[in-house]
């Protein structure tokens, strides 16, 4: 028998029996999806989080109190409240003399409070942060202006709302935020009332940066955010914005010189202060984010055995269902191969349209899923690489000839005159 006929006959003998072919082929469908979407994840996960790192640049450093691994989780995540970092250590790093190449030096502490304006309350969190926060972090003001070292040093009551706090609190009054006073009150503060302060700024819509909403925050002086709201004289971080990317090292090793001086350490094991490289926590989680998506990718495959299993089962009960048609098929001249080649055909047509249908359902779900998590304001990327559909159609196709050929092959072998009696 030609080809095109073994086609026409393997799609007769499919459409015959569509509640078993529908069966056979869902258990695949289930499995390409699931590598398509679970490949789209990875990517689009990986993308969100280098996406929030790499806004700060690769000329960006940050410096944490207490000593820990540079590549490992800074021991704040833990609870540990570490106090070694202080106002006048920021101050010694702004020293051009000393760091030459610390473009801008920027302190600050961060915490949870509750702001009202007349009826209106609501929650965020505060930075306490000093003037060169704006340019740290690139912010672009929507009204106002963000505060000046004077009005910093000054300890003024002021306060720079971000995008989401001004349309929360002022939105629907439609009221100009610039001049209106609001208070403040953190959680460790008793006073119902609040702090006082006066708005001279609001941040334009700034989305997320390194996991943290910049809309949802309020920006004070600093020593109004240790001292009045947080209790507090210690720093939480000091960031450092590099002139050039080239002079990362170079500044890595001045700032140590400097910490290591004003904290009189002499010996490693007393260093209590972290000096992380935004650029290699690219490489590090560029690596572990690229491991985690092979390792998704597998566990998704392991649904494209399941789905090869069934074939397995399914083209074996088929065979045995169809003896006395092989049998036949035989005794009026067909060759063992014909008979396996049908088979296999079978096999193979049924996870190829699996393969294409899981596919579809896979572009879409993850489309689907990007959609929703742009929606919760998440810089998130359909990804979906040629590599992967052509990976999932060849393991499909793969998973049919695989499992399909056992039973092609023991269709072949049957005795033409035994199939015919079998009942």
């Given at each position: 028998m030609d080809f095109?006929?073994?086609?026409?006959?393997?799609?007769?003998?499919?459409?015959?029996?569509?509640?078993?072919?529908?069966?056979?082929?869902?258990?695949i469908v289930i499995g390409v999806a699931g590598v398509i979407i679970i490949i789209a994840l990875g990517a689009g996960a990986q993308s969100l989080i280098l996406g929030q790192i790499t806004k700060l640049g690769s000329d960006f450093l940050v410096i944490e109190p207490g000593k820990s691994n540079e590549k490992g989780p800074p021991v704040q995540i833990f609870g540990i409240v570490v106090t070694t970092l202080t106002n006048s250590d920021a101050e010694a790093l702004k020293n051009s003399a000393q760091v030459p190449h610390a473009k801008n030096v920027n302190a600050m502490v961060s915490g949870s409070v509750t702001v009202s304006w007349?009826?209106?309350?609501?929650?965020?969190?505060?930075?306490?942060?000093?003037?060169?926060?704006?340019?740290?972090?690139?912010?672009?003001?929507?009204?106002?202006?963000?505060?000046?070292?004077?009005?910093?040093?000054?300890?003024?009551?002021?306060?720079?709302?971000?995008?989401?706090?001004?349309?929360?609190?002022?939105?629907?009054?439609?009221?100009?935020?610039?001049?209106?006073?609001?208070?403040v009150r953190s959680s460790s503060q008793a006073e119902a009332g609040g702090i006082p302060l006066r708005v001279i700024g609001v941040v334009a819509e700034t989305g997320t940066a390194f996991f943290q909403d910049m809309d949802d925050q309020i920006f004070v002086p600093l020593t109004i955010g240790q001292q009045q709201l947080l209790g507090?004289?210690?720093?939480?971080?000091?960031?450092?914005?590099?002139?050039?990317?080239?002079?990362?090292?170079?500044?890595?090793?001045?700032?140590?010189?400097?910490?290591?001086?004003?904290?009189?350490?002499?010996?490693?094991?007393?260093?209590?202060?972290?000096?992380?490289?935004?650029?290699?926590?690219?490489?590090?989680?560029?690596?572990?984010?690229?491991?985690?998506?092979?390792?998704?990718?597998a566990m998704a495959a392991i649904a494209l055995v399941v789905g090869g299993t069934g074939i397995l089962n399914i083209m074996l009960a088929t065979v045995a269902e169809r003896t006395r048609e092989i049998g036949l098929r035989k005794a009026v001249g067909a060759s063992n191969s014909a008979v396996r080649n049908q088979?296999?055909?079978?096999?193979?047509?049924?996870?190829?349209?699996?393969?294409?249908?899981?596919?579809?359902?896979?572009?879409?779900?993850?489309?689907?899923?990007?959609?929703?998590?742009?929606?919760?304001?998440?810089?998130?990327?359909?990804?979906?690489?040629?590599?992967?559909?052509?990976?999932?159609?060849?393991?499909?196709?793969?998973?049919?000839?695989?499992?399909?050929?056992?039973?092609?092959l023991k269709a072949s072998k049957l005795n033409p005159i035994e199939a015919l009696h079998y009942e």
């Amino acid at each position: 028998m030609d080809f095109l006929g073994t086609i026409k006959l393997v799609f007769r003998v499919l459409l015959a029996r569509k509640g078993r072919s529908f069966l056979t082929i869902l258990g695949i469908v289930i499995g390409v999806a699931g590598v398509i979407i679970i490949i789209a994840l990875g990517a689009g996960a990986q993308s969100l989080i280098l996406g929030q790192i790499t806004k700060l640049g690769s000329d960006f450093l940050v410096i944490e109190p207490g000593k820990s691994n540079e590549k490992g989780p800074p021991v704040q995540i833990f609870g540990i409240v570490v106090t070694t970092l202080t106002n006048s250590d920021a101050e010694a790093l702004k020293n051009s003399a000393q760091v030459p190449h610390a473009k801008n030096v920027n302190a600050m502490v961060s915490g949870s409070v509750t702001v009202s304006w007349q009826s209106k309350t609501i929650d965020t969190n505060v930075v306490g942060t000093d003037s060169e926060y704006k340019n740290v972090f690139n912010l672009k003001m929507q009204k106002g202006h963000f505060f000046e070292q004077q009005q910093e040093r000054g300890n003024a009551n002021i306060a720079v709302l971000g995008y989401s706090v001004s349309k929360d609190l002022f939105g629907q009054a439609d009221v100009n935020p610039i001049g209106q006073v609001i208070k403040v009150r953190s959680s460790s503060q008793a006073e119902a009332g609040g702090i006082p302060l006066r708005v001279i700024g609001v941040v334009a819509e700034t989305g997320t940066a390194f996991f943290q909403d910049m809309d949802d925050q309020i920006f004070v002086p600093l020593t109004i955010g240790q001292q009045q709201l947080l209790g507090i004289r210690y720093l939480q971080m000091i960031h450092v914005k590099v002139d050039s990317s080239e002079n990362i090292n170079q500044t890595i090793n001045d700032i140590k010189n400097v910490m290591n001086q004003r904290h009189r350490i002499r010996k490693e094991v007393d260093v209590d202060y972290t000096v992380r490289n935004i650029a290699d926590a690219v490489a590090v989680l560029s690596t572990i984010t690229n491991a985690l998506r092979l390792f998704l990718t597998a566990m998704a495959a392991i649904a494209l055995v399941v789905g090869g299993t069934g074939i397995l089962n399914i083209m074996l009960a088929t065979v045995a269902e169809r003896t006395r048609e092989i049998g036949l098929r035989k005794a009026v001249g067909a060759s063992n191969s014909a008979v396996r080649n049908q088979f296999l055909l079978e096999a193979g047509t049924l996870t190829f349209l699996g393969g294409i249908i899981g596919i579809i359902i896979g572009v879409i779900i993850s489309y689907l899923i990007s959609l929703l998590m742009r929606y919760l304001g998440y810089d998130w990327a359909f990804v979906v690489s040629i590599w992967s559909v052509f990976l999932a159609v060849a393991v499909s196709i793969l998973t049919g000839v695989i499992f399909g050929l056992y039973p092609a092959l023991k269709a072949s072998k049957l005795n033409p005159i035994e199939a015919l009696h079998y009942e």
